[in-house]
């Protein structure tokens, strides 16, 4: 059974960064595909960003292009996002989730997705 743990989300001001990380354990990592979505209060939950299973491909919500950057290391069975200049609007909790059979392709629907993380907090704010 595939499980997912997010961790480097908390409290950050306009404009400024910070890197969440996406550990894996059970499975075979290196054939998944990978996603990051994120929900705020009150929203559905939405796509961010995507990956492919070597990393060759990557797809990234409009609202984040240029902004935030996804990765992968499949050595470490890890997956990134790096989130650069910051806005309230990015205030979220933001979900890790991955297609544990494999597929080469970047999926951006919540439905295309079988395994979840937890979930970790990324609030901006000054």
């Known amino acids: 059974q595939v499980q997912l743990v997010e961790s480097g989300g908390g409290l950050v001001q306009p404009g400024g960064s910070v890197r969440l990380s996406c550990a894996a354990s059970?499975?075979?990592?290196?054939?998944?595909?990978m996603g990051w979505f994120r929900q705020a209060p009150g929203k559905e939950r939405e796509f961010v960003a995507g990956?492919?299973?070597?990393?060759?491909?990557?797809d990234y919500a409009d609202s984040v292009k240029g902004r935030f950057t996804i990765s992968r290391d499949n050595a470490k069975n890890t997956v990134y996002l790096q989130m650069n200049s910051l806005k309230p609007e990015d205030t979220a909790v933001y979900y890790c989730?991955?297609?544990?059979?494999?597929?080469?392709?970047?999926?951006?629907?919540?439905?295309?997705?079988?395994?979840w993380g937890q979930g970790t907090q990324v609030t901006v704010s000054s």
């Open positions: 059970g499975g075979t990592f290196s054939s998944f595909s």
């Open positions: 990956i492919s299973w070597r990393g060759g491909s990557r």
């Open positions: 989730a991955a297609k544990s059979t494999f597929s080469r392709m970047v999926l951006r629907g919540t439905n295309e997705y079988d395994c």
